[in-house]
Nanobody, 114 residues
Framework: VQLQASGGGLVQPGGSLRLSCAAA????????MAWYRQAPGKQREFVAN???????DYTDSVKGRFSISRDNVRRTLWLQMNSLKPEDTAVYYC?????????WGQGTQVTVSS
């Protein structure tokens, strides 16, 4: 299983970023995919997930601002982040479960600062 996240960067408050996660090594279309994030000095936390049937769930702090989506043909997961706030600053990781094991991408840094 390989998960390659990209798309992070430095953005001003109120700005937008779109994260991508390229997946390989498992049957992508059958798996629930998720985004997590970890801010400095804090535990890793759930951000959003999307099931094989495209049902989605979000942590309360990002509802209405973030949107998770997937393309099963391109085996790619996205996280569209709008109206970014300084408290969204973190390393963002894509995640999936496969054969009872949790797999993580390498993370992409998102910094929201003026």
């Amino acid at each position: 299983v390989q998960l390659q996240a990209s798309g992070g960067g430095l953005v001003q408050p109120g700005g937008s970023l779109r994260l991508s996660c390229a997946a390989a090594g498992f049957n992508f279309r059958l798996n629930t995919m998720a985004w997590y994030r970890q801010a400095p000095g804090k535990q890793r936390e759930f951000v959003a997930n999307i099931t094989s049937g495209h049902s989605t769930d979000y942590t309360d702090s990002v509802k209405g601002r973030f949107s998770i989506s997937r393309d099963n043909v391109r085996r790619t997961l996205w996280l569209q982040m709008n109206s970014l706030k300084p408290e969204d600053t973190a390393v963002y990781y894509c995640n999936t479960m496969y054969r009872d094991r949790s797999y993580w991408g390498q993370g992409t840094q998102v910094t929201v600062s003026s």
